[in-house]
């Protein structure tokens, strides 16, 4: 007689079955036909539409629920070959609600009691966790979105802001966007140098000349002007047609004498670019080339913004505006015409003479008007003429434009200096 003749086979299912009775899990065990022999309370309270499922076939239960024939057939396929399976989701729908299992099985076996020999799984509710992975995957992919949004307005920023900078100066665009209250930058009077140039005879040029050859004159000429004048650190306020008006003292300021003399600097700057770039105007069509007239002056403007709500423009007001316009009328060609104020405060740095005494329109006193000699200053001219004859050394100095840069080259021969007697050491 087999052992299990003597004992109750639903006992000994009821007894092996015990751990399973009040798990979380919903348990089943089946025999070795894939016929249910028992399920836990949670099983029924997972699936309610069931009702009484003893020996029903788990395939046919298992479609009953709503598990589509693919996992089914998977289910089978690795029951029967590897004795064990895992479906990680299964996706159903239970009184309305969408629900998510996933299904462990396995095959059991038992020398003892063949009625146990069959299969054992359980379904795990993963609903909870499937909802919180699809709300964080949900999260995650707005993220990205979001953070491709920010890197989309972020380049049409930097394209807007490039574009902008080309509408202003520098100084102006830096203060704009680096200072929070940059929409309301303060009105005020300084003691500015202010510049302003003019082509002469632009009108003849501008009528002998198709649209495409003036603009690619103009356009060049105001190109080349502005790098110059940001280069010196002048604010350029405004082209008007094909005159200049930029000034020194504001946003930025070096002092009223160091002012001053960025800006002649910078006009003998111009000068020399425009004797450069003759010969290509000439191939646009300009037969006699560019001249220019340059008019300096320096006083008290009123410098800030200006306009209505709808618009502002950053720019400055004042006689030394109207004072340089009317210094540049008066200029030669090829000129620089200097006020009396302005020659105060750079004298000991350039050649200058007085060439004319004038009551410009709109003015009431006689002004002094003095013009730059030359295009060198008086620093240059005098640092061109040094020879210096030494025990090691003969220096001599010569067609020197810019003192920093000497220096420089100065600097470097003595680091090399250096640099030689450490290693004698």
Excluded at 98 to 111: A, G, I, N, P, Y
Excluded at 235 to 257: E, N, Q, R
């Amino acid at each position: 007689m087999k052992l299990q003749e003597l004992f109750n086979k639903n006992k000994i299912i009821d007894l092996s079955f015990f751990n399973f009775r009040n798990a979380a899990t919903g348990a089943y065990f089946a025999d070795s036909e894939f016929k249910i022999q028992k399920v836990n309370d949670r099983f029924k309270e997972f699936f309610p539409i069931l009702k009484n499922v003893e020996d029903a076939y788990l395939p046919d239960v298992l479609n009953q629920l709503g598990v589509s024939s693919e996992i089914i057939d998977l289910f089978l396929s690795k029951i029967k070959k590897d004795g064990q399976v895992l479906i990680s989701e299964i996706q159903l729908e239970i009184s309305g609600e969408k629900k998510v299992f996933s299904l462990l099985s396995r095959l059991t076996t038992d020398t003892d009691f063949g009625y146990l020999n069959g299969v054992q799984g359980q379904f795990i509710d993963r609903t909870v966790e499937h909802n919180l992975k699809i709300k964080t995957e949900k999260l995650l992919e707005r993220q990205e979105i979001d953070k491709k949004l920010i890197e989309d307005k972020n380049k049409e920023m930097e394209v807007l802001a490039q574009r902008l900078s080309k509408y202003l100066s520098p100084q102006i665009y830096n203060n704009i966007f680096t200072n929070s209250n940059s929409t309301n930058l303060s009105t005020s009077r300084k003691n500015l140098t202010v510049f302003f140039s003019d082509i002469v005879k632009f009108t003849d040029l501008s009528d002998s000349l198709e649209p495409e050859q003036l603009s690619l004159i103009i356009n060049s000429y105001l190109s080349e002007m502005s790098k110059i004048a940001i280069n010196f650190g002048g604010t350029i306020d405004k082209f008007i047609g094909d005159a200049i008006l930029v000034f020194f003292g504001d946003p930025d300021t070096s002092g009223a004498k160091l002012d001053a003399k960025n800006c002649i600097e910078m006009a003998l700057k111009m000068q020399k670019k425009i004797n450069e770039m003759q010969e290509y105007w000439k191939s646009l069509g300009a037969e006699k080339g560019i001249e220019i007239r340059i008019g300096v002056t320096t006083g008290y403007c009123t410098v800030g913004n200006f306009g209505s709500e709808m618009r502002l423009d950053y720019t400055v007001l004042g006689s030394p505006v109207n004072l340089a316009s009317r210094l540049q009328s008066n200029a030669k060609p090829n000129s620089i015409c200097i006020s009396e104020t302005t020659y105060n405060l750079v004298k000991e740095y350039f050649n200058c003479h007085e060439v004319d005494e004038i009551i410009p329109k709109g003015f009431v006193r006689p002004i002094k008007i003095y013009a730059i000699n030359n295009k060198i200053t008086k620093e240059i001219s005098e640092l061109n003429r040094i020879k210096q004859s030494g025990k090691y050394f003969e220096l001599k100095v010569d067609k020197v434009e810019n003192i920093d840069e000497l220096l420089n080259e100065m600097d470097e021969i003595k680091s090399k200096l250096n640099d030689l007697k450490l290693i004698k050491k």
